[in-house]
């Protein structure tokens, strides 16, 4: 069954931060056993370790997972008062006449892969709506959407999701083209072998590696042949390019013009 596009994908968003967000830790004897709720609960656990039932439906409890409650979920959760949970909620409403599916992601909860990110948002919510200006509360809604868009990221992209040493190097190469990247480094960086890395780095990413170089490389002449004065053969070497003609010829092929349209078009 093919799930509905989320509403999150399209402007305006329909949600509404309905209460101050909350954080806290779980007492040691804690329990909960909630009535129906009245609106949508975003819940994510920062740390400690428990379980979490809805609808016959178990889910182990973990820094990092995130549920979207409904209105009339009734949740069942406890944890291990060695490990006491630290949990950040935030009440929301949707006003939209779309199904709850629309906002929830499938199954209801979700594991966040970037859980620096969830703190950090999080943390920031709080802060911020409790300043009690009008900014405060801004902010706080901005939070509450991307922490949203953040579930439905990790649900739709798994690929995304598993490979966090592959997304790093990706981020490394975009920041800096011009270094002598080679494949027996990158490869070496992921803690895989050179096959291994090539395989999954195009399953990432969608291309090989020396393609993705060669394409941010592209990207980033690009802006410096339109925003700073450096000269085509500056540029060049710069980049890596130890032959200005190839490096010439690779940008034409990528822009369809040669590197020296950027130039004139700047000059108009």
Request: hydrophobic content about 40%.
């Amino acid at each position: 069954m093919t799930h509905p596009e989320p509403m999150l994908a399209r402007l305006p968003l329909p949600v509404r931060l309905e209460s101050p967000p909350t954080y806290w830790r779980c007492e040691p004897a804690w329990s909960w056993l909630s009535r129906p709720l009245p609106d949508f609960l975003l819940w994510c656990v920062l740390d400690g370790v428990g379980e979490l039932t809805l609808d016959g439906r178990r889910c182990a409890l973990r820094p990092g997972v995130c549920a979207v409650f409904a209105p009339g979920d009734a949740p069942v959760a406890e944890h291990d008062p060695q490990r006491r949970l630290l949990v950040y909620g935030m009440h929301f409403s949707v006003h939209t006449t779309e199904p709850a599916e629309a906002i929830v992601p499938p199954g209801r909860w979700q594991s966040v892969s970037d859980l620096d990110l969830l703190a950090a948002v999080a943390r920031r919510c709080d802060s911020s709506y409790r300043r009690g200006d009008a900014l405060g509360r801004r902010q706080a809604q901005l939070g509450l959407e991307h922490l949203l868009c953040l579930l439905w990221e990790d649900n739709l992209h798994p690929v995304v999701r598993a490979d966090h040493r592959l997304a790093e190097i990706a981020e490394a190469i975009r920041l800096d083209p011009g270094r002598p990247w080679t494949v027996a480094e990158l490869a070496a960086r992921a803690a895989l072998s050179r096959a291994q890395f090539t395989r999954r780095f195009i399953a990432y990413t969608g291309e090989p590696p020396i393609r993705y170089l060669t394409r941010a490389r592209l990207d980033r002449a690009r802006h410096l042949l339109t925003e700073t004065d450096l000269t085509v053969a500056q540029v060049s070497a710069a980049l890596g390019y130890q032959d200005q003609s190839y490096f010439a010829r690779q940008y034409k092929r990528h822009t369809n013009h040669p590197p020296s349209h950027e130039r004139a078009t700047v000059g108009r």
